[in-house]
């Protein structure tokens, strides 16, 4: 099969290495091809005046686009730069071979908004994961007050979860928030950020499994107890 992973920032390097990266690996490893679409700065891939970059990191086929991005940005640089990352993966997932199954994270929701107008273009499903939930974190924190802006990011996290065939929370209490928000609870996996690669490994194989995905994961291992 063939897979997408979308993400902003996915650290592919060194003991950061991002749970995404290495569930891609684990994908590569059962034959499987595997894109990642992510920023040059989450690879440290310095690209110059170039826009897009190519590179392969143990069988995943990465593609990075110059799109910089710091904490010391302010409000208008940061939401321009995730404008356009979503724009750019989008139009470049559009010129790729044809995906049979996307995975996205967020934030920011912009990166989820580019995975479902690309699932809606080949007619494939998408996994999203949540980090943190938007706008609450920006708000929370101060970062965020425009009234625009928040209902902007508010239409964009309810699409995101409409229209998701998973929701992958990693905590409960991120899974809880998205309950309240009317979505269905079947819907939610919790796949809690351990550092454990076999459990993030076995809690994407089950959601997976949820969704009918079986080729993607392969037959269910039994356990000890059913032997």
Do not use: C
């Not at 650290?11 to 679409?37: C, I, P, Q, W, Y």
């Not at 996996?189 to 080729?215: N, P």
């Amino acid at each position: 099969m063939n897979i997408f992973i979308i993400s902003q920032y996915l650290e592919a390097n060194g003991k950061g290495e991002d749970r995404l990266f290495k569930l891609g690996r684990e994908m590569v490893s059962r034959g499987h091809a595997v894109t990642t679409l992510t920023s040059n700065g989450a690879v440290e891939m310095d690209l110059g005046r170039k826009r897009i970059g190519f590179f392969q990191k143990n069988g995943l086929n990465v593609i990075a686009f110059n799109v910089p991005y710091a904490n010391e940005m302010n409000n208008r640089q940061k939401v321009y730069a995730t404008l356009k990352f979503a724009r750019m993966a989008e139009k470049q997932g559009k010129n790729l071979p044809k995906p049979d199954l996307i995975v996205v994270k967020s934030p920011p929701l912009t990166a989820g908004i580019a995975a479902i107008r690309l699932a809606a273009h080949y007619r494939v499903p998408v996994v999203a994961e949540f980090r943190e939930i938007w706008p609450d974190a920006l708000i929370k924190r101060g970062d965020l007050k425009g009234g625009l802006l928040i209902k902007a990011l508010n239409s964009m996290e309810q699409k995101i979860y409409e229209k998701a065939g998973r929701i992958i929370a990693l905590n409960q209490g991120i899974a809880d928030t998205i309950k309240a928000r009317f979505v269905e609870r079947a819907k939610i996996s919790v796949v809690e950020d351990e550092g454990d690669e076999q459990a993030l490994i076995a809690g994407y194989d089950k959601a997976l499994r949820k969704m009918g995905l079986d080729k993607v994961t392969g037959p269910e291992k039994e356990t000890d107890s059913e032997k």
